[in-house]
């Protein structure tokens, strides 16, 4: 059974940082791109990074490039979002999501509970 | 970048009726969209890939159709459990973009 269970969401200051953590199960985590979905509190869904399969091909959002950085681990089958220089719009459900092949032009098929990042002072 | 306009953003149904939600792409993505829908204080769930395949263990009800650059969901009976809203997403062109959602409602 796929599970994506995501960690590492809190309170944290205008300008301060934050990691997020996705531990993956179920799957060949090498074989599946991955992404960060967000959604902010009442509104919709917003892509914010992706990463390949094979953790060469790091992409984001133009609403926070600058600011994070995804990356993978493999070998601990998990994914990370670095986040700095946090702003108050940054405030949302952070979602951890799978893609159905290696690379990110493809649909997301499971998707994890979330993580809520909070900005305020 | 293209951006994806769904509509309407709130559509009224009785449970037993036909609900059909439309999606529509700023520019052609040929077939690559999928279907979510997500329940309050739920993850988003896939629904259909490929503009018309269900994922798996989604009930029949759910179809979708288009290509190019209009797209419908359709829920041919809701169900109770069918009330959420829906979202669509293209995946054809960088980055991948969700329409700002559809909430199906109770009438």
Known sequence: EVQLSESGGGLVQPGGSLRLSCVASGFTFSNHAMSWVRQAPGKGLEWVSGISGSGRAPSYADSVKGRVSISRDSSKNTLFLQMNSLRAE???????????????????????????????? | EIVMTQSPDTLSVSPGERATLSCRASQTINSNLAWYQQKPGQAPRLLISGASTRATGVPARFSGSGSGTEFTLTISSLQSEDFAVYYCQQYNNWPPAFGQGTKVEIK
């Not at chain 1, 952070?94 to 493809?106: D, E, K, M, T």
């Open chain 1, 90 to 121: 940054d405030t949302a459900v952070y979602y951890c999501a799978r893609h159905n092949s290696g690379w990110f032009l493809s649909f997301l098929d499971f998707w994890g509970q979330g993580t809520l990042v909070t900005v305020s002072s």
